[in-house]
Structure formats: structure tokens, C-alpha cells
């Protein structure tokens, strides 16, 4: 096989395995209403489900970007996808709530694996001025992936049962292992040292740790006990102390000169504000489809179709867009349209018609896929050719921290209130007070200078 075929079948390996990570967080939304009947499962235990992937993934993202560049991305990559498919079983075959959510922690574990070091990965096979490119269309799988996986949750609950939402996966980890074994090239990249930061490793893993515990845990443990102050000042504690470390390492875990980057900095804050909607949104609207409406998983997953469709379509076109005019028009467009939906949904209630709901959801599609791709793309090219794995890592890092948080915090508001609409309403308000922040901050980093009157 020639070099240039090469390439392309290493993006699809790498492509795939990253794109199961987004469909296997989605998917399980749609699932959540049956297998809450099936488990027996509180509430908390659902949003703890979903918590637990995504925290997982906070804690270990840059540290397995780190292991990956210095044992080398190919073994390290062999090792997240095997493990996902292990966790992928398991998970299937969980019987009780509890141990379901401790397997997708390791689910949450292998994708953190998997993903820095599937673009490292393609970075290391395509030449530079194909990169951009390869990292446009990366991004769009797993773009994808995390769109469909509500639709294609719904389809497969409806014609099956949940348990085959996690079995799907394992033929798909089969086929990416046989693609990587034989396609790619073993890499790796020592310029930022070989030492593993483990003093950073914790510190980072305590801290997000300590803040999302504190966070879900807040109502039932309650707010002012010892243990949630206890955990909320821990979990300060740890960040400011890892900040002020990193800064002086030479071979730091998170690169925190990257956000001295404006470009940078303004991409994260839209990756961030996006992932926290995302999955908070993801979490609530199929309860409320299902709860409110009535609506059986099967249903509820073509219902959810036109943000896959949708954004689909926009993917392209706004990187289309990003080639010809820049990514701050597009993102901010994006921005503004998370603000519109959750405004939309915030005025949800008993009898809400099914266009109104539909037409909320294209609104979501039109702001995801105009914010996911350019995003991403515009925070690796905004830094050097060889700073695209630690960049990557932050990048996710702090995006799956904002995942976090959001479904951390609306989860909470939501559990807090006194019915089910009136914590959905609560939840969307704060899901548009942080896309309208989200767009502030972008505009103000992005803003241009005045150009210099002449003498």
C-alpha cells in the first residue's frame, strides 16, 4: 500500500476508535429512561452514569497524551482501544446501577486514552499542509459520532434493549485494532521532555475530582455539611497549587503558556461553553421527551434526528467557511445560537408542540456544527506544528471539564427544584447565561486592535 492510501486508512482507524468515544457518552442519554426501569436506578445514579465517562476522561486526558508521546502513540492506543471494548462488555452485562457506573469509568478512562492519541497519531502521518485538513475531518467524525448517538440510542433501545448500546461497540473496536495494527507507524515526541508529571497528574485529577463530587453530591449530602466545603476547598486548593507548579516545570502535564495564546484561549472558551450545553441538554432532553411527553426511546430518538441532521450538514459548510474568512464569524454564530436554543427550551412546558421542540433541536444542530469543527481546528493551528499533542490534550482537557460542570451543575439545579418542569426551565436559563458569557469573553479575546491613525 502507498504512502498517500496510508494516510487515509490511518485517519479512518483512528477516526473510528475516536468516534465510538462521542457515540458511547450520546448514546447512553436516549437510553437513560429504560435503563432507569431496568436497573432501578435514582436520578442521581442516571447523572452519575454520565458524570463518571466524562470525569474520568477530565483526570486522564493530558496525562495519557503525555504517556502516549513518550512510550509511543500506536502501543498506547492499542492499549485505550482494547480497553474500551473490554469496558464497552461489561457494561452490558451490568445488573446493578452501581456497577455500571464504575464500568463507564472505565469507559471514560479508555476514551481519554484514545483520543489524544488519535490525532497525535494523524498529525505524525500527514504532511503539514494536509494536517489542518486531517484534524478538520477528525473532528467531524467524532462530531458526528456524539450526534448520532442519541438517534442511533433510541433506534437500537427501541428494536432491542439498552444493553446493546454498549455491545455495538465491540465489533467496532475490533475492526479500528486491526486497521491501526496494520497502518500505523509507531511515533513519539520528546521535545517537551520524557519525565511523567505525576505531582501535576494528581493535583489536576484532586482537584476536578473534588469539584465535581462536591457539585452533584451538594443537595443530597447538603450544601453547608463539612463534607462539601471540604471538597469545594480542596478542590480550589488543588487547581490554584497546580497552576503555580506547572508554571515552573520544564516538562509540565499542562502547558499553561498555551492560554497566553488569544486564539487559543477564545477556541477553548467556545469548545468549552459547547460541551458544557451539550451535555447537560443531552442528559435532560430525552427525560423531558420522555417524562413530560410521554414519548417511548424509540421515538424520542428520531425526535432528537435533526441535530444529527443538521449538523451534518452545517460541519462542512462552516469549515468551508473557516478556509475563506476565519473561525471567529462562524464560532460566534454558534455561540449565539446555544444562547437561542436554550432560551427555546427554557420556555418548554406540558403541552409544547412537537415543531416548537423540533425547531429548538435545529437550532442546537445549526450551533453545534457551526462551533465543533472550527473550534477545534482553529485552537491546534493557532500553536506550533510540534505542540499539537499537548495542545490537544489541554484543548479536551478543559473542554470535558466544561462537559463536567455543566452536566454537574444543571443536573443539581434540575434535582433542586420542586417538578420536573420547573427544574428543566432552571437548567436552560443556565445554559444560556453561559453561552451569552461564552460569546462575551469570545469577542472581547478576539476583538482587533484599532488600526494606528496616520501621522
Known amino acids: 500500500m502507498n ?10 482507524s483512528v477516526g473510528m ?10 448514546i447512553v442519554n436516549t437510553a437513560l429512561p429504560a435503563i432507569q426501569m431496568s436497573l432501578h436506578a435514582s436520578i442521581l445514579q442516571l447523572q452519575w452514569m454520565m458524570n463518571i465517562f466524562v470525569l474520568l476522561i477530565c483526570m486522564s486526558l493530558v496525562m495519557a497524551g503525555r ?3 513518550i512510550f509511543g502513540r500506536r502501543l498506547v492506543n492499542y492499549i485505550g482501544v482494547i480497553l474500551f471494548g473490554i469496558a464497552s462488555l461489561l457494561c452490558g452485562l451490568a445488573t446493578d446501577p452501581n456497577w455500571l457506573i464504575v464500568f463507564r469509568g472505565l469507559q471514560g478512562l479508555a476514551s481519554a486514552i484514545i483520543i489524544p492519541c488519535s490525532l497525535a497519531i494523524i498529525t505524525n502521518a500527514f504532511p503539514p499542509a494536509e494536517q489542518g485538513k486531517a484534524v478538520g475531518i477528525w473532528s467531524s467524525i467524532i462530531g458526528i459520532g456524539l450526534a448520532i448517538g442519541p438517534v442511533l440510542g433510541g433506534i437500537i433501545v427501541g428494536i432491542a434493549n439498552w444493553r446493546w448500546i454498549f455491545f455495538i461497540n465491540i465489533p ?9 495494527i496494520m497502518n500505523i507507524k509507531e511515533s513519539h515526541a520528546k521535545e517537551f521532555g520524557t519525565k511523567i508529571d505525576w505531582s501535576g497528574f494528581i493535583l489536576l485529577s484532586v482537584g476536578i475530582g473534588a469539584l465535581i463530587i462536591g457539585i452533584i453530591q451538594g443537595q443530597d449530602w447538603g450544601w453547608n455539611s463539612v463534607y462539601i466545603i471540604g471538597l469545594f476547598i480542596i478542590g480550589i486548593l488543588a487547581l490554584i497549587v497546580f497552576y503555580y507548579v506547572e508554571r515552573n516545570k520544564a516538562s509540565p502535564l499542562l502547558q499553561v503558556k498555551l492560554f497566553a495564546n488569544k486564539t487559543f484561549f477564545a477556541a477553548m472558551i467556545a469548545n468549552f461553553a459547547l460541551v458544557f450545553f451539550a451535555w447537560a441538554a443531552f442528559f435532560l432532553m430525552p427525560l423531558y421527551l420522555h417524562t413530560v411527553h410521554g414519548q417511548s426511546t424509540f421515538v424520542i430518538g428520531f425526535m432528537l434526528l435533526p441535530i444529527t441532521v443538521i449538523f451534518t450538514i452545517i460541519a462542512p459548510i462552516a469549515g468551508h467557511w473557516v478556509d475563506k474568512s476565519g473561525p471567529k464569524i462562524p464560532i460566534l454564530c454558534g455561540i449565539l445560537l446555544l444562547a437561542m436554543t436554550a432560551c427555546l427550551q427554557a420556555l418548554f412546558h406540558i403541552h409544547t408542540s412537537t415543531l416548537v421542540i423540533l425547531f429548538a433541536f435545529i437550532v442546537f444542530g445549526f450551533a453545534w456544527g457551526l462551533i465543533f ?11 506550533p506544528a510540534n505542540a499539537a499533542g499537548i495542545a490537544s490534550g489541554a484543548l479536551w482537557t478543559l473542554q470535558n471539564m ?10 443539581t439545579l434540575f434535582r433542586a427544584q ?27 479575546l478576539l476583538k482587533q486592535p484599532r488600526a494606528a491613525k496616520n501621522a
Do not use: Q, R
Open 418 to 444: 420542586s417538578s420536573f418542569i420547573s427544574g428543566y426551565h432552571a437548567a436552560m436559563w443556565l445554559l444560556c447565561a453561559i453561552a451569552v458569557v461564552a460569546a462575551i469573553i469570545f469577542m472581547v
Open 67 to 69: 504517556l502516549a508521546d
Open 373 to 383: 469543527g472550527p473550534s477545534t481546528h482553529a485552537a491546534i493551528a493557532a500553536l
Open 402 to 411: 466544561g462537559g463536567a460542570l455543566g452536566l454537574a451543575l444543571a443536573g
Open 172 to 180: 467496532f473496536t475490533i475492526i479500528s485494532l486491526a486497521l491501526a
Open 17 to 26: 476508535s475516536a468516534a465510538i468515544t462521542g457515540v458511547d457518552f450520546a
Open 3 to 12: 504512502t498517500t492510501n496510508k494516510k487515509w486508512w490511518v485517519l479512518i
